[in-house]
T-cell receptor, first 110, second 114 residues
Framework: SQTIHQWPATLVQPVGSPLSLECTVE??????LYWYRQAAGRGLQLLFY??????ISSEVPQNLSASRPQDRQFILSSKKLLLSDSGFYLC?????????FGQGTRLTVV | AQSVSQHNHHVILSEAASLELGCNYS??????LFWYVQYPGQHLQLLLK??????LVKGIKGFEAEFIKSKFSFNLRKPSVQWSDTAEYFC????????????FGKGTKLSVKP
């Protein structure tokens, strides 16, 4: 069966520090991969999606970037975090229409 | 751009009350519709989905949703809520194609008083 791993679960980082959140999927190949952010009162916002290795599409301009170095690995990064980057970040995968979500990372930028 | 609107930000009900959470979408093409639920401290889980066929969809835990194409709506219902239904509920639409995206509403927080 397919599983999705996302880590870390919680993270507290100072403003201006770098960020790297990792997501890996097991049990499937060539999935579509997504990064969402859930900010308080704003629901789930699609940040990036990827349909294959090295293929990244950004939905909103921001301080973050994403990379897909391997088929089942999706990384969310920032060179310098801002206070506004705080939120709950969710990785998801889909093969077709239905999406499956990781446990999420609670990022607090202080 | 496609969008999903959930009209209620926070709904508070007593146990055994009936529930209806509104969801409207803007995409005019063929849509696939979902309701996801996030229980406190847990990850997002699929509650139910509509792809085609019977517009009244049954999901887990007694939930159902009705797709009304003319109203661009996919409202979630449950006849009698329980305290364990306390969670945040997200409506989502898949906007088509193998490279389409899942667009979410802002979510509705449901609090059920015992």
């Amino acid at each position: 069966s397919q599983t999705i791993h996302q880590w870390p679960a919680t993270l507290v980082q100072p403003v201006g520090s770098p960020l790297s959140l990792e997501c890996t999927v097991e049990g499937t190949s060539n999935p579509n991969l997504y990064w969402y952010r859930q900010a308080a009162g704003r629901g789930l916002q699609l940040l990036f999606y990827s349909v294959g290795i090295g293929q990244i599409s950004s939905e909103v301009p921001q301080n973050l970037s994403a990379s897909r170095p391997q088929d089942r690995q999706f990384i969310l990064s920032s060179k310098k975090l801002l206070l506004s980057d705080s939120g709950f970040y969710l990785c998801a995968w889909s093969y077709g229409i239905e999406a499956f979500f990781g446990q999420g990372t609670r990022l607090t930028v202080v | 751009a496609q969008s999903v609107s959930q009209h209620n930000h926070h709904v508070i009900l007593s146990e055994a009350a009936s529930l209806e959470l509104g969801c409207n979408y803007s995409y005019g093409g063929t849509v696939n519709l979902f309701w996801y639920v996030q229980y406190p401290g847990q990850h997002l889980q699929l509650l139910l989905k509509y792809f085609s066929g019977d517009p009244l969809v049954k999901g887990i835990k007694g939930f159902e949703a009705e797709f009304i194409k003319s109203k661009f709506s996919f409202n979630l219902r449950k006849p009698s809520v329980q305290w364990s239904d306390t969670a945040e509920y997200f409506c989502a639409v898949y906007d088509g194609g193998s490279q389409g995206n899942l667009i979410f509403g802002k979510g509705t927080k449901l609090s059920v008083k015992p």
